[in-house]
């Protein structure tokens, strides 16, 4: 059974710095693409990062490009996001969700994946930018 499960987050000052895990069970990374997400209170969730199944190509939304990173552990079945510069805009619960592949759909050039090409949700992680 495939399992993704988010941890990480929390609390954290303006232009602080978090970094999620998303640990995998049940599947291993080389098969899948693995893409960040968030949903805010009173808005639709939306695509943040991704990285493709071999780890070569990785994908940002414009809000976050410059000061997220997302990498992976194959060794550990992990993929990280690494947020840098933290804005109270941020804030959301973050989830990681696994496809065949990170989608190449932009909207002004930003990556903006089809939802519903992800599956295996992770129940998600809150993270909160406030001072």
């Known amino acids: 059974q495939l399992r993704l499960v988010e941890s990480g987050g929390g609390l954290v000052q303006p232009g602080g710095s978090l970094r999620l895990s998303c640990a995998a069970s049940g599947f291993t990374l080389d098969y899948h693409a693995i893409g960040w997400f968030r949903q805010a209170p009173g808005k639709e969730r939306e695509g943040v990062s991704c990285i493709s199944s071999s780890g070569a190509s990785t994908k940002y939304a414009d809000s976050v490009k410059g000061r997220f990173t997302i990498f992976r552990d194959t060794a550990k079945n992990t993929v990280y996001m690494q947020m840098n510069s933290l804005k109270p805009e941020d804030t959301a619960v973050y989830y990681c969700?696994?496809?065949?592949?990170?989608?190449?759909?932009?909207?002004?050039?930003?990556?903006?994946?089809?939802?519903?090409?992800?599956?295996?949700w992770g129940p998600g992680t809150q993270v909160t930018v406030s001072s």
């Open positions: 969700a696994g496809s065949p592949a990170c989608g190449d759909t932009y909207a002004s050039g930003s990556w903006y994946p089809n939802l519903l090409d992800f599956a295996s």
